[in-house]
Nanobody, 129 residues
C-alpha cells in the first residue's frame, strides 16, 4: 500500500503562486494515478487535477485548467501541483490521493474521488484578497 504526504501549502496573496508536493512511499505501482482534490468549508471535495504514473497523461478540472499544472518526478516518487494566478476562491485544504487504474484505462474516472483508495492528510492553501 502506498502512503502519501503533502507539503507546500501556506498563505499567499491573490495573484501569487504556490507549489504543492505529494510524496509517495511504500509499494508504489505504475498502474496508479495520483489526483489532487480540494475542499473548502461547507463545500464538497472537488477534483483539481490528476496524472497517471504510467504514461504521464494528465487531467484537469474546469476550475483550474490554464492556471495549475501537475507534474511528476518518478525518481523522487513525487507529484507536484504548480498553482499560479491564485484567487481567493482557491482557498481550501488540498489533498493528494492515489488509486489503482483497473479495467480499461480509458474508462477509469480520474475526476471521481471514489476511484481513489489512499489519501494524504491535506495541506492548507489560503489566498488573501
Amino acid at each position: 500500500q502506498v502512503q502519501l504526504v503533502e507539503s507546500g501549502g501556506g498563505l499567499v496573496q491573490a495573484g501569487g503562486s504556490l507549489r504543492l508536493s505529494c510524496t509517495a512511499s511504500g509499494r508504489t505501482s505504475s498502474s496508479y494515478a495520483t489526483g489532487w482534490f480540494r475542499q473548502a468549508p461547507g463545500k464538497e471535495r472537488e477534483f483539481v487535477t490528476a496524472v497517471r504514473w504510467s504514461g504521464g497523461s494528465t487531467y484537469y478540472g474546469d476550475f483550474v485548467k490554464g492556471r495549475f499544472t501537475i507534474s511528476r518526478d518518478n525518481a523522487k516518487n513525487t507529484v507536484y501541483l504548480q498553482m499560479n494566478a491564485l484567487k481567493p476562491e482557491d482557498t481550501a485544504v488540498y489533498y493528494c490521493a492515489a488509486g489503482r487504474v483497473v479495467g480499461p484505462s480509458a474508462m477509469w474516472r480520474d475526476w471521481d474521488k471514489s476511484m481513489y483508495e489512499v489519501w494524504g492528510q491535506g495541506t492548507q492553501v489560503t489566498v488573501s484578497s
